[in-house]
């Protein structure tokens, strides 16, 4: 089976703009975690999708929402940028949660300027 | 909501030797502990998984630890190879209700050749 793609892989914006960044899970998985990972904070929890349904939600400012299609695609979008929202994300997909292995995608690093 | 403190940041050892790495957690609802690898530039990956039913579980040269009443688990890594060096990263989730793995801030191994 393929793996979890992320796209677009880099990102360069600026103070203010706004980003929307995808991910696809594995065939077959329903779980779609997202992930912000900065040097020296380890990853740190945004969001869980479900069957097109948000069931839990990190320690994130507004700004930063997301949602699941019915194919289990997911995207995130961060509105307004600061500068400290450059950082890796990463999206990780499982059959049914987070009580199951967890498969990482490769990672959308955004830079803000 | 659940914390996991994560102990050494960094650590390192000669080819050969054993490495340990010890997380603590705070919510005894915790049920599912996993560790996961990443390489530098690459995507995290589970490389072991223990849950609050068992104490202890090996996979060849690694094992990790459960301690339900302190609530503390470690990894250890027996005959350290340099292809080990990376960032480990435990984590906990507490199941249904939660669909959050939240992890610690990672331990950075170096095997020195």
């Known amino acids: 089976k393929a793996g979890v793609t992320q796209t677009p892989r880099y990102l360069i914006k600026t103070r203010g703009q706004q980003v929307t960044l995808s991910c696809s899970p594995i065939?077959?998985?329903?779980?779609v975690s997202w992930y912000q990972q900065t040097p020296g904070q380890g990853l740190q929890f945004l969001f869980e999708y479900f069957s097109e349904t948000q069931r839990n939600k990190g320690n994130f400012p507004g700004r930063f929402s997301g949602r699941q299609f019915s194919n289990s695609r997911s995207e995130m979008n961060v509105s307004t940028l600061e500068l400290g929202d450059s950082a890796l994300y990463l999206c990780a997909s499982s059959l049914a949660g987070s009580q199951e292995t967890q498969y990482f995608g490769p990672g959308t690093r955004l830079l803000v300027l | 909501g659940e914390n996991v403190e994560q102990h050494p940041s960094t650590l390192s050892v000669q080819e050969g030797d054993s490495a340990v790495i010890k997380c603590t957690y705070s919510?005894?609802?915790?049920?599912?502990f996993p560790w996961y690898k990443q390489e530098l530039g690459k995507r995290p990956q589970l490389i072991i998984d223990i849950r609050s039913n068992v104490g202890e579980k090996k996979d060849q040269r690694i094992a990790v630890t459960l301690n339900k009443t302190a609530k503390h688990f470690s990894l250890h890594i027996t005959e350290t190879q340099p292809e080990d060096s990376a960032v480990y990263f435990c984590a906990a989730s507490s199941g249904a209700g939660s669909y959050q793995l939240t992890f610690g801030k990672g331990t950075k191994l170096s095997v020195i050749p």
């Open positions: 919510d005894s609802a915790s049920n599912y």
């Open positions: 065939s077959g998985h329903r779980s």
